[in-house]
Structures are given as C-alpha cells and as structure tokens.
C-alpha cells in the first residue's frame, strides 16, 4: 500500500499550480503581445519553396494562420493553414488529460492506438500535397 508523504503533497500542489498558471499566464501574453507577434511576420523571410519551385510547402501560410488565429478568426486562419489550428486541439486534449490527472483523475482524450496518428499524418500529407493542385485549398 503506497502512502501519501509530504513531498508527494508538494508535486501535486506543484503540478495543480502550474496547469492552471500556465495557460492563464499565455493567454495574458498573447492579449499583451498580440499586436507585436502578429507585426513579426514581416520580419519572416519568404519561403523558399514557394519562391523558386511555385510549390507550397507544410509551413507557408503558419504565419497568417497564427496571426488570424490571436485575432480570433479561425475561419480565416484554416484557410491558410490548417496546421496551426490540428497542433492547439491536439496540445489542448493533452492539456486536458494533464489537468485531470493533476487533480486525481484518469482521463484520455488522445486515441492512443497508433492507427489513429497513422491516419492523422496520412491526413495532414494529403492536405499538404493536394493544395498545390486544388486552388481552394492554397493559402491566399
């Protein structure tokens, strides 16, 4: 029978504390920085895929994604790139899980069969390859 000592009382105190700072405190950054980080992607270089091959790569379209998305449009952010917005839902069923087992419980929201990232990745490839070829799918 496992008993509960002092130090573990201090890792769990520690790790309710931190699952509930650490979105609080992002949230507060980007409302800060919002402005400034969306200002950043005019320092970014072009891509270097799509200025020499035409191609769009995984990435181009991540910066406008990410600006529109500290804006709020989600809409708009999906149609440059939909990378962005799979990465945050995945981040926050992890989240999630982490919250839960912080306070005691045992929660799975991520499939953890592999079948289910296979099929995830496929996706997200195909995505990659079929908006050079479908114009509504490209990144305005």
Not at 45 to 56: E, H, N, T
Not at 87 to 95: D, E, P, Q, S, T
């Amino acid at each position: 029978m496992h008993t509960v000592t002092d130090a573990d009382c201090r890792k769990s105190l520690f790790l309710r504390i931190f699952v509930i700072a650490v979105p609080v405190a992002a949230a507060a950054l980007c409302a800060v920085f919002a402005q400034d980080i969306c200002a950043l992607g005019a320092l970014l270089p072009q891509c270097f895929l799509r200025s020499r091959l035409g191609i769009w790569c995984p990435a181009c379209g991540n910066t406008r994604a990410v600006q529109h998305l500290l804006s709020g449009d989600i809409i708009g952010s999906l149609h440059y790139n939909i990378t962005p917005a799979v990465l945050i839902i995945i981040a926050g069923l992890f989240w999630t899980e982490l919250i839960f087992f912080a306070f005691g419980k045992r929660l799975r929201l991520y499939p953890r069969r592999p079948a289910f990232s296979y099929i995830l990745l496929c996706a997200m490839l195909a995505y990659y390859v079929l908006r050079n070829f479908i114009p509504a799918m490209r990144p305005l």
